[in-house]
């Protein structure tokens, strides 16, 4: 694990999902950028001193030729040192989790996917909605044709964690994710808007091909965007929108989901994620809930019969089962079944920064439409 030591807040949690259906160990850990805090956040964990490092590269490049050395790492730094970490972990043939987004660049994101052309090494990038069973069924009955041609995708993610300057009272997670050296040029564009984005694609199917978009910073003195909206064209002739913002006061982790096909309609809110709405055209909606959804994808991530809930937790441990799933397939020399690879991967990690791109390049350009790249 590189990251996630004392006081991180996506560490604890990447832990937790990692052990759900006890599919991995911790075993080494650079896991402060802080030598000292990332020991005692070692040892705290129970990781022998000499598997606590002091920083990645010696980290990296001990396990990688250590007997019995960590095979998986999982980054889970700020974002602008994703790439330099992956990029380590490829060179010395581990295989990678990332947290999102992929790179601060698309240039950097373009010479991960050329990087791991030449490798055998699996790389998982977790957005972690992508996990749930409601949006894996969700997935499956778009692709089965259930709601017709999609003509109308919308998806929105509002927060209010950013509503004030938190940033300036010494809070670190508002800290580098309003630093544009820390969090590269999107705030939260970058931190939340490449989820919604991820999530439209990952049910839909579809690619977005044009986007016209513009960011705004409300807070004074803020660095970096803190609200995007973007207008989208996506492939096959679907028209949709995509609003994220942190300084949506009352909204707490309001990701929100709805597709419009020809034949039937889907609605999701992460808020409630045990429960998926699909609406036929001129039928009564009807509420899928979690344990009686009878696709493949959805079994495969559903831990708890219905009515116990799962959650966002749960989610996550999706993409590390998924995951361990794709590690063992290669092992062995089978296909990892389509449940598995259903997870998102460096391709998916590439496109958000394509988003980011080419939401920034359309506000520049002055709110004009500009194709993905
Ligand atoms: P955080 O500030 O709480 O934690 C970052 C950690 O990285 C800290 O432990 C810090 O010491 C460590 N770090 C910094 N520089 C380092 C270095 N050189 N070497 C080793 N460790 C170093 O941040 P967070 O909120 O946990 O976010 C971390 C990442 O997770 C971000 O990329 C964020 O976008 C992502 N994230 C994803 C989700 C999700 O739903 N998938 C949710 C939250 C955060």
């Keep these: 694990m590189v990251g996630g030591g004392e006081g991180s807040f996506i560490g604890a949690a990447h832990r937790i999902a990692a052990r759900l259906d006890d599919r991995f160990e911790l ?86 996917v050329r990087l791991s052309a030449t490798k055998r090494c699996l790389f998982a990038v977790t957005h972690t909605y992508a996990g749930y069973p409601a949006i894996r069924h969700a997935r499956e009955l778009v692709a089965s044709g259930a709601l017709g041609d999609l003509r109308v995708v919308q998806v929105e993610y509002a927060q209010d964690w950013l509503a004030t300057d938190l940033e300036q009272t010494g809070h670190k997670q508002a800290g580098w994710r309003t630093d544009p050296d820390r969090a590269g040029p999107a705030g939260a564009l970058g931190d939340i808007g490449t989820h919604a984005f991820h999530l439209l694609c990952y049910v839909s199917g579809l690619a977005v091909e044009e986007i016209c978009a513009e960011v705004h910073t409300f807070v004074p003195g803020r660095q970096l965007d803190d609200h995007v909206q973007a207008m989208l064209r996506l492939q096959g002739g679907a028209r949709g929108m995509l609003w994220a913002s942190q300084v949506a006061s009352g909204e707490h982790n309001a990701l929100r989901l709805r597709l419009y096909g020809s034949r039937a309609s889907i609605r999701f809110d992460q808020e409630v994620p045990d429960m998926l709405w699909f609406a036929p055209l001129g039928e009564p909606a009807q509420c899928l809930r979690r344990g009686a959804l009878n696709s493949e994808s959805a079994a495969a991530a559903t831990r708890l019969p219905p009515g116990h809930p799962e959650g966002w937790y749960e989610a996550l441990a999706q993409l590390y089962r998924d995951f361990a799933e794709l590690w063992h397939a290669r092992a062995e020399g089978r296909v ?33 439409w500009v194709r993905l790249k």
């Design 336 to 368: 990892a079944p389509p449940w598995a690879l259903a997870t998102p991967q460096l391709h998916d990690g590439r496109q958000g920064l394509a988003f980011i791109d080419a939401v920034l390049r359309s506000h520049s350009a002055g709110q004009r």
């Design 27 to 112: 075993v080494a850990g650079a896991l402060s950028s802080d030598p000292a805090r990332a020991l005692a956040s070692g040892v705290a964990l129970g990781l022998p001193g000499d598997r606590c490092y002091g920083g990645f590269e010696q980290m990296v490049a001990c396990e990688a030729q250590r007997q019995g050395g960590a095979e998986v790492v999982a980054i889970l730094t700020p974002n602008h040192l994703h790439a330099p970490v992956a990029t380590a972990c490829l060179q010395h043939g581990l295989d990678v989790i990332c947290e999102k987004p992929l790179a601060i660049s698309l240039a950097e994101a373009e010479a991960l």
